[in-house]
T-cell receptor, first 113, second 115 residues
Framework: AQKVTQAQTEISVVEKEDVTLDCVYETRDTTYYLFWYKQPPSGELVFLIR??????QNEISGRYSWNFQKSTSSFNFTITASQVVDSAVYFCALIRGNTPLVFGKGTRLSVIA | DSGVTQTPKHLITATGQRVTLRCSPRSGDLSVYWYQQSLDQGLQFLIQYYNGEERAKGNILERFSAQQFPDLHSELNLSSLELGDSALYFCASSVVRGSGANVLTFGAGSRLTVL
């Protein structure tokens, strides 16, 4: 069975600090996809990134970056120079084959001005 | 706007009642998924439809049922409601049948409160 663990339930940072959200996953498959979604206070789920298991290249998108390490089964998400608008719940998720997307419990990030 | 439309946005009802949540997928998407988000359980997969057929079932209670219609919209029916059914119900859609390459696009959710 697959599982996603986000050990950090809540994180609070001051604006402009960097913050890393951890994600550890479990699966026996060699082919799988990892995702990050953002849920702002308004409630909708917003797709951020998708990575497949064969692409371990780190990715950067503006202030967002993702570090995928198969050796530690981790797919961590870093926000550089955090802003108040980054305050949200962030979910890591995993899908393999035809199984449904499995989410972690989420990490609530609060960025304080 | 994600392109996935869910109605109603908010719903308050009493225990024992029945409600129907509606979802219109993004144009061109054939798969519809329903998820339940509660405080204690997080985001739980309920059920998936592809082009009108059920494709996968998750932790969906027997009191709950769903269907996808020929026009691809989907409805989630919740009956004999209990206090514990209070949650945010998300619909998501994707282009193709559940391959790992899919990105699920989520609607804004329907918040159900059972009193």
């Amino acid at each position: 069975a697959q599982k996603v663990t986000q050990a950090q339930t809540e994180i609070s940072v001051v604006e402009k600090e960097d913050v890393t959200l951890d994600c550890v996953y479990e699966t026996r498959d060699t082919t799988y996809y990892l995702f990050w979604y953002k849920q702002p206070p308004s409630g909708e789920l917003v797709f951020l990134i998708r990575r497949n298991s064969f692409d371990e290249q780190n990715e950067i998108s503006g202030r967002y970056s993702w570090n995928f390490q198969k050796s530690t089964s981790s797919f961590n998400f870093t926000i550089t120079a955090s802003q108040v608008v980054d305050s949200a719940v962030y979910f890591c998720a995993l899908i393999r084959g035809n199984t449904p997307l499995v989410f972690g419990k989420g990490t609530r990030l609060s960025v304080i001005a | 706007d994600s392109g996935v439309t869910q109605t109603p946005k908010h719903l308050i009802t009493a225990t024992g009642q029945r409600v129907t949540l509606r979802c219109s997928p993004r144009s061109g998407d054939l798969s519809v998924y329903w998820y339940q988000q509660s405080l204690d359980q997080g985001l739980q997969f309920l059920i998936q439809y592809y082009n009108g057929e059920e494709r996968a079932k998750g932790n969906i209670l027997e009191r709950f049922s769903a269907q996808q219609f020929p026009d691809l919209h989907s409805e989630l029916n919740l009956s004999s409601l209990e206090l514990g059914d209070s949650a945010l119900y998300f619909c998501a859609s994707s282009v193709v049948r559940g391959s790992g390459a899919n990105v699920l696009t989520f609607g804004a959710g329907s918040r159900l409160t059972v009193l």
